[in-house]
């Protein structure tokens, strides 16, 4: 199972947003809430009024009273009001504190708010099968003490309570979409130093060990420079003292094996026929002791873990070629095959002594695995895309594909019982060819009987 880790920005921006949102989703509810009682008390009043004006009526027309046209006065003056509304329906009642019904609808009596004797007082209520808003307001007048009852639906205050949600939560909305905008954009910007920080070590190559700048970091971020500052240093100090000791143990192991060789070939001249037989054994094992020991000499320092001191310059394989054939005919001759070299100028930029061995390598598994009387082809050139290629064809008994990325590996053989060596030709071609920037792709030999064989192709990339 894959492991997840959090980005810090990520981390950032959750810590941020998630107060920010709460705070405005506090603000847009008190928003609504406050506008919500603001229009309320506005149409408390209007209701309010609406009572008040049944009341003016009271005063104004309390001589009728003793006609009995009261009621038909407060009625028409109703009718009056529920016209200039034209949205909610209103009802009303007027009575006295006994009960006694002077206009109205008497079923609004057991709406009547018995304890507002001083001020108006407001209740929701259900009458008719709605909801009503209800305002039970007293009045002294001429007639005496009476009180006033006004039912209002509640159309209008819904239709407020829509446009009130609408008037605050959209506002809000775009706030908060400003606000989330704002704070992506402000985190970016606030990680950038780390993000370019970031791209900068990624893009180091595995020699450069050079101190990364503090001059323009954030504050915060020095100490971690610093940290990683350090740590560079002192791997390029441990690195240092690797390949000196890589250069050392070459020079040190060479002279005693090469000084151990002399000697055995000085003993076999002198040497029956018997102690010869041992002495070709003895020398044969010293020159593969020899061998391997040069071969992990020259993994570890062409290894990424190594840097070596010069810097990559511009090279022609086909003089690399030309070098090599000097070194490797003899060794061909001795095995009874052919070598031959089809070299064309191809420029690289690159290490000679790394490619060197990386060609020594690929030429020497091919003289190793070929049968006597075999044919072994090493060519060069440059594609028309401008990019090298360097190729070692032979004839032998080639590699299974499926094997084709473990060979590749350190100290494996595909066959180790016919073929004794180290197994690290090829992980030192792929190291070598790493360092280069290229890439290392095998395949049938096209000159070997029934397409068998090995070749073994590097893909350089176009020189800058």
Known sequence: MREFHLSLRDRLLRMLLGPLLLVILLSAVYDYVRALE????????????????????????????????LGLHLARTMRAMQIADGKDQLFFLVSTLEGAVIGGDPALAGLLDKQALAQASFADQRFDGRE?????????????ALKIVVAETLQRREAQARLVMMDTVIPNLVLLSLALLLV???????????????????????????????????????PLVRAINGFVANLRVSTEAQQAFL?????????????????????????????????????TSLQRLARSTHQMLALARSGPQSVQAEALQRLDLQLLLEDAASSWLDAALAAGLDLGF?????????????????????????????????KITVSCGTRPDCSCFLTVEDEGPG??????????????????????????????????????????????????????????????????
């Open 38 to 69: 603001r229009a309320r008390d506005n149409q408390d009043q209007a209701l309010a009024r609406v009572a008040i004006a049944l009341a003016s009526r009271l005063d104004m027309d309390a001589d009728d009273a003793v006609d009995d046209d």
């Open 132 to 144: 009503m808003r209800i305002i039970t307001y007293p009045h002294a007048s001429a007639l005496g």
């Open 184 to 222: 992506h954009l402000g985190v970016h910007l606030a990680m950038k130093p780390l993000d370019e920080l970031s791209q900068a070590v990624a893009a180091r190559q595995p020699e450069d060990f050079s101190a990364i700048a503090t001059a323009e970091l954030p504050a915060d971020l020095l």
């Open 247 to 283: 250069s050392n143990a070459a020079h040190q192991l060479r002279t005693p094996l090469a000084g151990m060789q002399m000697q055995l070939e000085l003993a076999e001249r002198d040497a029956d026929e018997n102690q010869r037989q041992r002495l070709t054994s003895l020398k």
């Open 342 to 374: 089809e070299a064309r100028p191809a420029f690289v930029n690159g290490s000679a002594w790394l490619l060197q061995e990386m060609l020594g390598n690929l030429i020497h598994n091919a003289i190793r695995h070929s049968e006597p009387a075999g």
């Open 399 to 464: 590699i299974d594909p499926r094997e084709y990325d473990r060979v590749f590996e350190r100290f494996y053989q595909v066959d180790t019982a016919s073929k004794l060596g180290s197994g690290l030709g090829l992980a030192i071609v792929r190291e070598v060819a790493l360092r280069h920037g290229a890439q290392v792709s095998l395949g049938s030999g096209s000159s070997g009987a029934s397409g068998k064989g090995l070749q073994v192709t590097v893909n350089f990339p176009i020189p800058v």
